[in-house]
């Protein structure tokens, strides 16, 4: 198959009939499909369903009931499920016009570029105008400018790696290296890849129906995408952190100006950080891993055990600090709090999150495929078994 094209949606059920008929139009004459990658917990999938059976091109539905990565992460479902020549990846919005397929992939054809990119912004036709207003312009702009500042060598020839509609050659990404946790799929793979890049203007559309997926929370994951691709997990933990230690420097300033005596106002306000910090790393920092470090109360009780050694020993220093070298005790617990970071991260990347899931896999054995033929679909379609916490349905061709 030439192309594969990826569609992550959620709640997009209005949006579907369209987006095929049109899909089906700019693909004429190409080897192509259309794959969804659904986290919905509306009827989008039976919408999926009911327009696949009679679509000419072959559709392909992924609905994950465990969505890890936000729509970047069904992206890359998508992207390990094909096994064409090119993958394309767009907004079950319509605000990615499906008659720019075709001119996306002509440009993969007659180039040597790995990936390339629709632009809102780019010159002779790039137009933003479907963003639902100046706030939201300002925004995606503003987000443009910060991360072509960040990375100005990898982003050097694309002037929008906030698009999420783009093309690449399947063979040039390597799917492992990305560690998606948001919307912004293009700059990951753009930032973790040296990757040729070519531009196509499109107009950026109005949405067709539903609601925009953009919130205040996409916004901050979107931040911490950049810190972690900038400088590495390692920045999310330390943004975790820093949240842990204004909160405990809160905790404890407020139990010790109601009388409590600053050691017990440090064990008190640590305890609460020490639960705090965890349920921040598992959705933050190490929501990827979540899935290969085995079952929560390991992890929580790694953890706190690690965490809770960790500040009885700066315990005593926090007293030494106090009653010998006349420190304030906030002062001298924020410099404790800080000492200990690395070791903490160190921890927790190696053993808290460890990937522990491979040991207890039992060795694999191939057996035949199998798979029940739905009704109504060419020979070649298969519902398959869920499984991994997603189901997957295969369809394929028009309903006979």
């Known amino acids: 198959m030439e192309l594969t094209v990826i569609v992550p949606t959620y709640n997009e059920a209005p949006n579907i009939a369209e987006l095929v008929r049109r899909a089906e139009a700019a693909c004429s004459g190409v080897d192509a499909e259309i794959v969804f990658v659904d986290d919905s917990r509306d009827h989008t999938p039976d919408v999926i369903r009911t327009t696949a059976a009679r679509s000419t091109v072959p559709v ?9 990565g936000g729509l970047g992460g069904a992206v890359i479902e998508g992207v390990r499920s094909s096994q064409a020549v090119y993958c394309l990846v767009m907004d079950g919005d319509l605000q990615h016009p499906p008659e720019m397929i075709p001119v996306v992939l002509d440009r993969l054809r007659a180039s040597d570029a790995e990936v390339v990119v629709a632009s809102r912004y780019g010159g002779n ?83 067709f129906a539903g ?54 106002a440090a064990i008190v306000a640590a305890e609460i950080t020490i639960l705090t910090n965890f349920l921040m790393q598992e959705r933050m920092v190490f929501r990827a891993e979540r899935q290969g470090a085995g079952s929560l109360r390991r992890r929580f009780l790694h953890s706190a055990g690690f965490n809770n050694v960790d500040a009885a020993a ?28 690395l070791l903490r991260y160190l921890y927790h990347s190696r053993v808290v999150y460890a990937d522990v899931s491979a040991a207890a896999q039992p060795v694999p054995v191939r057996v035949p495929a199998t798979g029940r033929r739905r009704a109504g679909v060419r020979p070649g379609a298969f519902e398959h078994p869920s499984g991994g916490g997603r189901s997957a349905l295969l369809l394929d061709g028009t309903a006979s």
Not at 219 to 247: D, E, K, N, Y
Not at 321 to 334: I, K, M, N, T
């Open 60 to 68: 392909r539905l992924i609905h994950r009931d465990d969505p890890v």
């Open 125 to 207: 036709g790039g137009d933003a105008g479907g963003l639902a207003n100046g706030t939201r312009r300002l925004v995606s702009s503003g987000a443009t400018l910060l991360s072509r500042t960040l990375f100005p060598r990898r982003l050097e020839h694309c002037s929008d790696p906030m698009t999420g509609f783009f093309g690449f050659r399947r063979s040039a990404v390597e799917v492992e290296q990305l560690r998606p946790t948001g919307f912004k799929i293009l700059l990951e793979i753009l930032c973790r890849h040296r990757l040729r890049v070519l531009e196509v203007p499109f107009v950026f559309g109005a949405r």
């Open 211 to 264: 609601e925009s997926k953009a919130t205040l929370t996409e916004g901050l994951r979107f931040l911490r995408q950049l810190a972690g691709l900038r400088f590495g997990r390692i920045a999310s933990f330390g943004m975790v952190g820093g949240i842990g230690a204004v909160l405990n420097l809160l905790i404890m300033g407020a139990l010790v100006a109601l009388g409590v005596h600053y050691v017990v």
């Open 314 to 341: 700066r315990l005593p220093l926090l007293w030494l600090l106090v009653e010998f070298a006349g420190v304030p005790s906030l002062l001298a617990q924020a410099g404790t709090l800080v000492g200990a970071f």
